[in-house]
């Protein structure tokens, strides 16, 4: 059973950092591509970033270039994303993706893709003083 599990929200005050992971169990991330997204109340789904298992590249939404980052480990089946410098526009529901095997190698360059396989149940962050 293919299951994703988001850590590491919580309440953070403006300038401040959160790591939060997504723990895979079910298939092994090494040859997909991941992602993760965010809702806010409110407001549409938004492609935070996402990172190809191929040669597609990684994507990040110019609300969060340069302060956040994605990343893998895929000896522990996780992925991360460093989220520094937040800002109290980041407050949302942060969830973690996972897209099957034909997008490998899918060019990023535009977004991530909204046809992911498996999505976690979300992690709240919420950026305030």
């Known amino acids: 059973q293919v299951q994703l599990v988001e850590s590491g929200g919580g309440l953070v005050q403006p300038g401040g950092s959160l790591r939060l992971s997504c723990a895979a169990s079910?298939?092994?991330?090494?040859?997909?591509?991941i992602g993760w997204f965010r809702q806010a109340p409110g407001k549409e789904r938004e492609g935070v970033s996402c990172?190809?298992?191929?040669?597609?590249?990684?994507y990040y939404a110019d609300s969060v270039k340069g302060r956040f980052t994605i990343s893998r480990d895929n000896a522990k089946n996780t992925v991360y994303l460093q989220a520094n410098s937040l800002k109290p526009e980041d407050t949302a529901v942060y969830y973690c993706?996972?897209?099957?095997?034909?997008?490998?190698?899918?060019?990023?360059?535009?977004?991530?893709?909204?046809?992911?396989?498996?999505w976690g149940q979300g992690t709240q962050v919420t950026v305030s003083s």
């Open positions: 990172s190809s298992s191929g040669s597609g590249g990684t």
């Open positions: 079910g298939f092994s991330l090494h040859d997909h591509t």
């Open positions: 993706v996972t897209y099957g095997i034909l997008y490998s190698n899918y060019p990023l360059v535009r977004g991530c893709p909204y046809e992911y396989d498996y």
